[in-house]
């Protein structure tokens, strides 16, 4: 899978992975899915993790039901969910994938000292193993 986000999806995303820095960030994305996903809007989601937020995130089920009627509101699809890795890098961890399900895209943001540095994107294979997605 291919993903081209726009600039201000991409601004969006990296602003809110910096400013919560040195705790993990996560949020939503929203586009046009096909043989290249069109990322057009970044909506941040409060990290729910109880407890040292510094490396892990979680999402509530709520929030997630108001992600997917949210997508229905801007008449966009449910891409996937992005969240910052604060001094580590943009690989999924063991608790990503335990939380990952399949058809999302994960977009991971490595900050390093307050700053991004590297952003990859990963989804499930068949195996339930992540595979790393293009980013253009």
């Not at 993990?24 to 929203?30: A, K, S, V």
Request: net charge negative.
């Amino acid at each position: 899978m291919k993903l081209k986000i726009s600039p201000t999806a991409f601004a969006e995303m990296q602003k809110h992975a910096e400013a919560t820095y040195p705790n993990e960030c996560c949020g939503f994305f929203y586009g046009k899915d096909g043989e290249i996903r069109n990322i057009e809007v970044a909506k941040i989601v409060t990290n729910s993790k109880e407890g040292d937020q510094r490396r892990r995130f979680e999402v509530s089920p709520l929030d997630y039901l108001k992600a997917e009627r949210y997508a229905d509101e801007i008449g966009q699809t449910l891409l996937g969910i992005y969240h910052s890795h604060p001094e580590h890098p943009a690989i999924p961890s063991e608790h990503d994938l335990k939380q990952a399900v399949p058809f999302f895209s994960y977009i991971i943001i490595s900050v390093m000292k307050g700053k991004t540095e590297v952003t990859k994107s990963w989804q499930l294979d068949d195996a339930g193993k992540f595979e790393e997605e293009e980013i253009l």
